[in-house]
């Protein structure tokens, strides 16, 4: 039912769609069919509009729906295996156009948050901002020891804002998954879910600040990357301070020829430090578009603005690996195989029809030479194909696929001949030997065992439970047994069980023993793991055969 609040919520939305001229989506969906009347109030319903095309109509509602609308529709702009191709490209144009509030209101919001005066700590604070945007506004200042930071603080009244707007979008959505007949398919309620988390988690500074410095601890010294120290003394969930970096904008292509910076090198750096952050870290920022990256004189890239990072799970790196390897390969049974075994297409699809299916999508893009081939759109297409196919595309793999075709779009920007594919082979096929390869057999064993040792002071007792507890179920099975035939069992427990368990428990503690003292220090370290996996074995044997009586 809709109560009172949301039918004028409603109301509002119906205003701007007919304001824009999507009547037609009123009409065609039926999800405002109790306010349509609403068109015979305004003028243009009597007058004829030229009217631009439909996605750009699309995109002027929501900029006069407001800046989180925005927000959401450059969100939704990426998930090109949900919307039209051009319905997608023309949200991608939206831009936040959010006036600035005072500096008065900025220095009383980080006094608030501080608990003391910005003079306390500043020996300046520049009222004008140096950026405005729909969330947060940038502030630069100078710390009493004379480190020059920015001051980033949230929008006043920010989250009302945003709770009321995401009651709007969750009463449309809703409508719309009930009454629109793609409701079904393309699940408005979760993509709204989705949003609700990425801009709640954009709401807590705390958490960007964190998710810089991990980052910059994952490239610290790096001739590649840079990222701003945090002041953790002065950051609060509403207020961020950072070093301030000054850097060329990455988009002011003439001036960084002008410093001499190689393009080729940059474009080159970007992918490497892209496909680093996503194998080997395993955390990569997700918002790399243009306005978050400067580059340094020396070629070193700055990068900003953490509100949005990805990670992915072992296994779906590994997958992720291995499908754009197979797709280079043309190898297209094997990604096939690989969207099977990972889970991300329900079980039983049928590997023959959705390589077929893959390959229609992936052939024509092989029909461009290398250098123009690119991962993001070949990622796009699978995923669009994949859906068809019931994959449920995760979040994570949507950012990483928006986060590479921003990284594409830019190198291309910087260096047009840029051969994504051979500057990220070799470092793929190393990552993937060192994942598949006797290392990584011994990295993974060596995480497991740790967790292994744990538990390991546990195992004697376990044992000797499970001894006992097996000795008397086959006490009580001879009993019945026994009975039934007319006598009793009066066999104690077989002295070599007690010895078997002992040896159990011994090579188990002293497996685990060369372990926590470090399984390279007397042995290369390969043979150390080997030995304590071996006692464990030797132990688990003892254990289990020290209960078994013959017959
Ligand atoms: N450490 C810094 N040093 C110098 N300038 C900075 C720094 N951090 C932010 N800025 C400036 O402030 C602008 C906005 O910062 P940031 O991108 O972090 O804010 P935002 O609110 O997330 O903006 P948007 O959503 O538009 O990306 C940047 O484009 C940059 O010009």
Not at 306 to 315: A, C, D, P, Q, R
Not at 394 to 414: A, D, F, H, S, Y
């Amino acid at each position: 039912m809709i109560g009172p609040r949301q039918a004028l919520r409603l109301f509002r939305i119906n205003w701007v769609l007919l304001q824009n001229g999507l009547d037609e989506v009123i009409l065609a969906t039926h999800l405002f069919r109790p306010l349509r009347w609403v068109k015979y109030l305004l003028p243009w319903h009597w007058v004829k509009r030229d009217l631009p095309a439909y996605p750009a109509r699309v995109r002027m509602a929501l900029e006069d729906l407001g800046p989180i609308f925005v927000k959401f529709g450059q969100i939704l702009s990426t998930r090109r295996d949900l919307l039209p191709d051009d319905l997608a490209v023309e949200l991608a144009k939206l831009q936040d156009r959010v006036p600035p509030f005072p500096g008065d209101a900025a220095r009383a919001l980080i006094e608030k948050a501080w608990g003391c005066s910005v003079d306390d700590v500043l020996d300046h604070f520049d009222p004008t901002p140096l950026a405005s945007a729909s969330i947060a506004q940038v502030h630069t200042g100078r710390l009493k020891d004379g480190t020059e930071v920015v001051v980033k603080v949230l929008r006043p009244g920010i989250e009302r804002t945003i709770r009321q707007d995401l009651g709007l979008m969750y009463t449309v959505a809703h409508l719309a998954e009930r009454y629109w007949k793609d409701g079904k398919r393309l699940r408005p309620v979760e993509v709204v879910r989705e949003y609700e988390k990425t801009i709640y988690d954009e709401l807590d500074l705390q958490r960007e600040a964190a998710n810089a410095s991990q980052i910059r601890r994952n490239w610290i010294n790096s001739e590649m990357l840079y990222i701003p120290e945090v002041f953790w003394d002065w950051t609060r969930p509403s207020v961020m301070v950072m070093e301030r970096i000054y850097g060329t904008p990455v988009s002011d292509v003439a001036a960084l020829k002008a410093q001499g910076v190689s393009m080729k090198v940059l474009g080159e750096r970007g992918v490497e430090i892209f496909f680093t952050q996503v194998f080997r870290d395993n955390f990569f920022h997700a918002d790399m578009h243009p306005g978050n990256i400067f580059v340094e004189p020396s070629g070193r890239y700055i990068s900003i603005d953490f509100g949005i990072v990805g990670t992915l799970t072992t296994e779906d790196q590994r997958y992720l690996a291995e499908n754009l390897l197979a797709f280079f390969e043309r190898d297209y049974r094997r990604v096939a195989e690989l969207h099977v075994e990972s889970g991300w297409v329900p079980p039983g699809t049928r590997v023959d029809e959705f390589e077929s299916a893959i390959r229609t999508v992936s052939e024509p893009i092989f029909e461009k030479p290398l250098a123009e081939i690119s991962f993001g759109h070949f990622l796009v297409r699978l995923f669009q194909t994949a859906r068809r196919f019931n994959m449920e595309i995760q979040p994570q793999l949507v950012l990483l696929e928006k986060t590479l075709l921003n990284i594409e779009g830019l190198g291309r920007q910087l260096y047009p001949e840029l051969d994504l594919w051979t500057t990220a082979k070799p470092y793929m096929e190393r990552w993937m030997k060192d994942q598949i390869g006797l290392k990584g057999l011994f990295d993974r064993t060596k995480r497991n065992i740790y967790s292994v040792a744990d538990q390991a002071p546990e195992l004697p007792l376990i044992a000797y439970r499970m001894l006992m507890a097996y000795d008397r179920r086959v006490r009580t099975e001879e009993a019945t047994q026994m009975t039934k035939a007319g006598s009793r069992d009066t066999r104690p427990l077989a002295g070599g069980d007690a010895v078997r368990a002992i040896g159990g428990a011994t090579v188990v503690v002293s497996g685990t023993l060369v372990l926590l003292l470090g399984p390279g220090q007397w042995l290369p370290e390969p043979f150390g793991i080997g030995l304590v996996v071996s006692s464990y074995l030797a132990g688990a044997w003892l254990f289990f055969t020290a209960g078994r009586r013959p017959a």
